[in-house]
Nanobody
Framework: QVQLVESGGGLVQAGGSLRLSCAAS????????MGWFRQAPGKEREFVAA????????YYEDSVKGRFTISRDNAKNTVYLQMNSLKPGDTAVYYC?????????????????WGQGTQVTVSS
């Protein structure tokens, strides 16, 4: 089992920044690729960003490219999502997830473990 706990969400004005963190415990963190997803009210959960187990590969959803950066610190068992130039359309609950696959994975169906989520609200 892998336990995931997100933090860092909050309310921010458009154009602002937030840094989300996801702390993992329970298994060897470096054996898991990680992803961030988000879910807005009335919408399906969608892919945001993913990073391979080593951190050498990353992948982003088109609307966040150039604004969001995913990274990981395997020594701290933590994955991050730096979000800059936030827009009201980024408002959602953000979830981190872990997969036993090693490469960056975009499909939510390939992830085995999920955190509880953290709310991000961007005001206009």
């Amino acid at each position: 089992q892998v336990q995931l706990v997100e933090s860092g969400g909050g309310l921010v004005q458009a154009g602002g920044s937030l840094r989300l963190s996801c702390a993992a415990s329970g298994r060897t963190f470096s054996n898991y690729a990680m992803g961030w997803f988000r879910q807005a009210p009335g919408k399906e959960r969608e892919f945001v960003a993913a990073i391979s187990s080593s951190g050498g590969s990353t992948y982003y959803e088109d609307s966040v490219k150039g604004r969001f950066t995913i990274s990981r610190d395997n020594a701290k068992n933590t994955v991050y999502l730096q979000m800059n130039s936030l827009k009201p359309g980024d408002t959602a609950v953000y979830y981190c997830a872990a997969t036993s696959l090693l490469g960056a994975v975009t499909s939510r169906y390939r992830y085995n473990y999920w955190g509880q989520g953290t709310q991000v609200t961007v005001s206009s």
